[in-house]
């Protein structure tokens, strides 16, 4: 789950087979409007199969380890009915941005007023969180048959949500994102200091690290 107040998870208990999230199915009522809208989001396309009365469409969100299918035989929900599928971005006023000029209608930004709130609207605020902490603002759109999609910040992981010996960045622009802000705090810790860190790649690392996996950061 992705909640703002949610309490940190463990690691994944010893003797635990690891399994992947890798495709989510959206039901569709006219494969090439859909298709040629997740064109238009950028997303990769990776398939386009047919076999008899089968068809199969698959797209890849930037930077996703998971993806989605729809296409024709694959399932029997009705056509849009998927709701509040998470797109956990780390700049949610720009992916809004690119979005919107994309030509997606997409909701204004909000946080919730109680949580809940990001599934109904009676309980939303309008605009970012106020402290803009991880995990709190959120945006909405929906494809053309109305499968609805949830955008929601997280800039800094729960503790225990990263493995820290396998942290890795989804892009180039969070990956400038992670840079900036360790470069400021490596400001604030020169200052503690009192001189020039030699040493800032190793501070830099540690830094990027320690924020990907949720750990409490180096002062």
């Not at 705090?185 to 800032?200: I, L, P, S, T, Y």
Request: hydrophobic share 35%; proline share 5%; charged share 25%.
């Amino acid at each position: 789950m992705n909640a703002s107040n949610e309490t940190s998870a463990g690691a994944t208990p010893q003797g635990v087979m690891e399994m992947h999230l890798e495709v989510i199915v959206l039901p569709v009522s006219d494969v090439d409007r859909a298709k040629q809208f997740y064109v238009n989001l950028g997303w990769r396309l990776d398939a386009d199969v047919s076999a008899g009365a089968v068809r199969l469409v698959q797209f890849t969100p930037p930077g996703s380890g998971c993806s989605i299918q729809f296409g024709t035989k694959l399932t029997s929900a009705p056509p849009g009915s998927a709701e509040s599928v998470y797109l956990v971005v780390t700049d949610l006023e720009a992916t809004r941005k690119e979005l919107v000029g994309r030509g997606v209608q997409v909701s204004e930004l909000f946080h919730e007023a109680a949580l809940g709130g990001r599934f109904n609207e009676s309980d939303r605020v309008v605009g970012a969180s106020q402290d803009r902490s991880s995990y709190g603002s959120f945006a909405t759109f929906t494809d053309p048959d109305g499968n609805g999609w949830l955008l929601q910040e997280v800039t800094t992981r729960l503790p225990g949500r990263v493995d820290p010996s396998s942290t890795s960045y989804a892009s180039t622009s969070d990956l400038a994102a992670a840079l900036r802000r360790a470069a400021a705090a490596h400001g604030e810790h020169e200052k503690r200091v009192g001189e020039e860190d030699a040493n800032w790649p190793d501070w830099y690392a540690d830094f990027m690290t320690r924020e990907r996996a949720g750990e409490e950061l180096p002062s």
